[in-house]
């Protein structure tokens, strides 16, 4: 798998969702946009893209929803 960019975002949060100061929440994302293998031709499966990322260490995994795989 060869690694194109990798971004990370940190946010921190000092209030609550009315704006009351409270312990400060750290929230960290970290994404890789990757090589696709399959750029330029037509698949029905995209399951191995997944395979890979797992057989790095990494877990595919989303809890917003699903982001787009390009070349």
């Not at 000092?14 to 009351?20: K, R």
């Not at 995209?46 to 917003?64: C, N, Q, Y």
């Amino acid at each position: 798998m060869i690694i194109r960019k990798t971004v990370l975002i940190k946010e921190i949060f000092e209030t609550d969702g009315v704006g009351v100061p409270c312990e400060p929440i750290t929230r960290v994302a970290v994404v890789a946009v990757v090589k696709n293998p399959f750029a330029g031709q037509f698949v029905d499966d995209l399951s191995p893209l997944f395979d890979m990322a797992v057989s790095d260490g990494a877990r595919p995994h989303s809890r917003v929803g699903k982001g787009p795989i390009a070349n």
